[in-house]
């Protein structure tokens, strides 16, 4: 069981930044691998970025790379989403999500959200 908790959501304005957290907790972590993922309104959940808690491997949306960074601390179990150059399309609930076997990951266990609003 791995418990997953986001924060770091809020409003900005286009071109802006705002780094998301998830704190993780549960039992053999490292087995995991991590992933982002976003939801618009009348939208599909999407893939935003994953990566593993080595470090080794990372993933990117071609709508995000280039502008989303995905690292680890896993000193604190926590995974942050750097998003930088926000366009008003980026605006979503944003999940972050564990996955025991697949990688990309698609999520075993997921946080509850936090929303991201992009003005123009």
């Known amino acids: 069981q791995v418990q997953l908790v986001e924060s770091g959501g809020g409003l900005v304005q286009a071109g802006g930044s705002l780094r998301l957290s998830c704190a993780a907790s549960?039992?053999?972590?490292?087995?995991?691998?991590m992933g982002w993922f976003r939801q618009a309104p009348g939208k599909e959940r999407e893939f935003a970025a994953a990566?593993?808690?080595?470090?080794?491997?990372?993933a990117y949306a071609d709508s995000v790379k280039g502008r989303f960074t995905m690292f680890r601390d896993s000193a604190k179990n926590t995974v942050y989403l750097q998003m930088n150059s926000l366009k008003p399309e980026d605006t979503a609930v944003y999940y972050c999500?564990?996955?025991?076997?697949?990688?990309?990951?698609?999520?075993?266990?997921w946080g509850q959200g936090t929303q991201v609003t992009v003005s123009s």
């Open positions: 999500a564990a996955d025991g076997s697949r990688w990309p990951p698609r999520g075993d266990y």
């Open positions: 990566t593993t808690w080595s470090g080794g491997r990372t």
């Open positions: 549960g039992r053999a972590l490292s087995t995991y691998s």
